[in-house]
């Protein structure tokens, strides 16, 4: 049955319910009298569901590509971020059934060592730092994940961004190492990354690279225009008093009890006191 | 490239999910896969039934937006982790039914009915003629049908001249499908 252009809008709009009541009624009526037009209708509504089925396929096509350009990806970090936690879990387990073990040694190392008189003043620095030291939160790269490189860091590569978003991870995490070590191979001393090399800085002091915290962080205070000069001048007295060379560490520490408003004013004057006068 | 700064709406990332750009399928995987990954691995399931899984709350998401009472009550993220728990959790109902023998296999969420297809004799042999008709005869048909787009949509997507030619396109095509259709089963 050749239709007309009129026959197929009713049908069209009456399977995409657009009719009016009237209209309808009229159409039904058509289908009970008119066997042909009734398979017409019924023709019409396995075209519109398989014009759905091949949308669908379409839509499902695009997000294929999609998955495949993306989905890889985010796995491989949500599993290393579980491997990660997981390692980080069984090393604190461990930390907490044995505490008390490591607690009595140590207590006992230490009586040994005054009463022999073995703990020289040689391992002050490192005392010390232990005891001050504390990572700096991060404020520079933005936690959400899967955002696209923000206006600061428009000098990255997306590819290059998400690895340094991997390393902000580790270092907060305390994963200095690994932290270290992402930061070294994509963060390169130069204006632009300023804020950055200051947390390359912390992650190499934490993982036994001072010698290169140390050069990081002069690079910072160096820098006039560094939003972390003065928390970097903190960190470089730390760095000093790790390896030990109390006089380095003492002579920025004064430098920052000297300087009004400075944030680590009150500690530097703690610290110079606890490392004792010359 | 965007910017951080620029804050994509939901509205924004339903109408790039509707008009399948690239870009924009992207960011919904890099916003909203990893939830959805994370969710379907650890209630026993694998990478890929979690893709599948994802892809499915999107399609849902998708059809969903096309219907006419359609008012998107949570965050985009919210909907689609409610629309992919429900999925992931009928499949795997379905899944323990089957191995426990049991008869009465659990009700579908709505949101799994959605998603069946059944497909009629006739229907599959309109898939393979759906080939032969052409490509813009193909968008045409998707447009209307399937995207629930206007005629005037439809003119201004494909580059046509009016709402009127898209008309009569449309009906040149409906006709052409049911000639090959009755010269293929005559």
Same mark, same amino acid.
């Given at each position: 049955?050749?239709?007309?252009?009129?026959?197929?809008?009713?049908?069209?709009?009456?399977?995409?319910?657009?009719?009016?009541?009237?209209?309808?009624?009229?159409?039904?009526?058509?289908?009970?009298?008119?066997?042909?037009?009734?398979?017409?209708?019924?023709?019409?509504?396995?075209? +519109?569901?398989?014009?759905?089925?091949?949308?669908?396929?379409?839509?499902?096509?695009?997000?294929?590509?999609?998955?495949?350009?993306?989905?890889?990806?985010?796995?491989?970090?949500?599993?290393?971020? %579980?491997?990660?936690?997981?390692?980080?879990?069984?090393?604190?387990? +461990?930390?907490?059934?044995?505490?008390?073990?490591?607690? %009595?040694?140590?207590?006992?190392?230490?009586? =040994?060592?005054?009463?022999?008189?073995?703990? %020289?003043?040689?391992?002050?620095?490192?005392?010390?730092?232990?005891?001050?030291?504390?990572?700096?939160?991060?404020?520079?790269?933005?936690?959400?994940?899967? +955002?696209? =490189?923000?206006?600061?860091?428009?000098?990255?590569?997306?590819?290059?961004?998400?690895?340094?978003?991997?390393?902000?991870?580790?270092?907060?995490?305390?994963?200095?190492?690994?932290?270290?070590?992402?930061?070294?191979?994509? =963060?390169?001393?130069?204006?632009?990354?300023?804020?950055?090399?200051?947390?390359?800085?912390?992650?190499?002091?934490?993982?036994?690279?001072?010698?290169?915290?140390?050069?990081?962080?002069?690079?910072?205070?160096?820098?006039?225009?560094?939003?972390?000069?003065?928390?970097?001048?903190?960190?470089?007295?730390?760095?000093?008093?790790?390896?030990?060379?109390?006089?380095?560490?003492?002579?920025?520490?004064?430098?920052?009890?000297? %300087?009004?408003?400075?944030?680590?004013?009150?500690?530097?004057?703690?610290?110079?006191?606890?490392?004792?006068?010359? | 490239?965007?910017?951080?700064?620029?804050?994509?709406?939901?509205?924004?990332?339903?109408?790039?999910?509707?008009?399948?750009?690239?870009?924009?399928?992207?960011?919904?995987?890099?916003?909203?896969?990893?939830? !959805?990954?994370?969710?379907?691995?650890?209630?026993?399931?694998?990478?890929?039934?979690?893709?599948?899984?994802?892809?499915?709350?999107?399609?849902?998401?998708?059809?969903?937006?096309?219907?006419?009472?359609?008012?998107?009550?949570?965050? !985009?993220?919210?909907?689609?982790?409610?629309?992919?728990?429900?999925?992931?959790?009928?499949?795997?109902?379905?899944?323990?039914?089957?191995?426990?023998?049991?008869?009465?296999?659990?009700?579908?969420?709505?949101?799994?009915?959605?998603?069946?297809?059944?497909?009629?004799?006739?229907?599959?042999?309109?898939?393979?003629?759906?080939?032969?008709?052409?490509?813009?005869?193909?968008? !045409?048909?998707?447009?209307?049908?399937?995207?629930?787009?206007?005629?005037?949509?439809?003119?201004?997507?494909?580059?046509?001249?009016?709402?009127?030619?898209?008309?009569?396109?449309?009906?040149?095509?409906?006709?052409?499908?049911?000639?090959?259709?009755?010269?293929?089963?005559?």
């Amino acid at each position: 049955m050749d239709l007309s252009d009129q026959d197929i809008e009713q049908i069209e709009r009456y399977l995409l319910g657009e009719l009016t009541d009237e209209e309808r009624t009229a159409l039904e009526q058509r289908m009970k009298t008119d066997p042909e037009f009734a398979d017409e209708v019924s023709f019409m509504r396995d075209i +519109i569901n398989v014009s759905k089925q091949e949308g669908r396929q379409h839509l499902r096509e695009h997000l294929k590509k999609a998955e495949q350009k993306e989905a890889a990806k985010i796995e491989a970090e949500i599993n290393q971020e %579980t491997e990660a936690e997981k390692k980080w879990n069984k090393t604190n387990f +461990i930390n907490r059934r044995n505490w008390i073990y490591w607690a %009595t040694a140590a207590a006992a190392a230490i009586f =040994v060592g005054l009463y022999f008189g073995i703990i %020289t003043p040689s391992g002050l620095g490192k005392k010390i730092y232990n005891e001050h030291f504390e990572p700096y939160p991060n404020k520079v790269i933005p936690s959400t994940r899967g +955002i696209e =490189v923000p206006e600061n860091f428009a000098h990255f590569s997306q590819e290059e961004y998400n690895l340094v978003v991997r390393a902000m991870k580790h270092y907060q995490r305390g994963n200095y190492k690994e932290a270290s070590e992402l930061f070294e191979q994509h =963060v390169n001393r130069k204006k632009e990354n300023a804020a950055l090399i200051f947390y390359k800085g912390i992650s190499q002091l934490k993982s036994g690279k001072e010698k290169q915290a140390e050069e990081n962080l002069r690079y910072i205070l160096n820098n006039k225009e560094s939003e972390f000069r003065q928390e970097a001048q903190w960190y470089m007295a730390l760095t000093y008093l790790k390896v030990n060379e109390i006089e380095s560490a003492r002579e920025t520490l004064k430098k920052i009890s000297e %300087t009004t408003g400075h944030p680590y004013k009150n500690k530097a004057e703690k610290v110079i006191g606890e490392i004792g006068k010359k | 490239m965007r910017k951080v700064s620029e804050k994509i709406s939901d509205s924004e990332i339903l109408e790039g999910i509707k008009t399948s750009r690239n870009d924009m399928l992207e960011y919904v995987y890099q916003q909203f896969y990893p939830m !959805i990954y994370k969710y379907v691995i650890t209630n026993s399931g694998n990478a890929e039934e979690a893709r599948d899984t994802f892809q499915d709350g999107i399609v849902v998401l998708y059809e969903k937006s096309l219907q006419p009472d359609f008012r998107l009550t949570a965050s !985009i993220g919210t909907f689609l982790y409610s629309v992919c728990r429900n999925l992931w959790r009928n499949k795997l109902n379905r899944q323990k039914s089957r191995e426990d023998l049991q008869e009465n296999i659990p009700e579908q969420p709505e949101e799994a009915n959605l998603l069946i297809e059944e497909i009629t004799e006739r229907q599959h042999l309109l898939r393979q003629l759906f080939q032969k008709i052409g490509e813009s005869c193909r968008n !045409i048909l998707m447009k209307k049908y399937y995207e629930k787009r206007k005629d005037k949509e439809i003119a201004e997507e494909l580059n046509l001249s009016g709402s009127d030619y898209v008309k009569t396109q449309r009906y040149r095509c409906l006709k052409q499908l049911k000639k090959l259709y009755d010269e293929m089963i005559n």
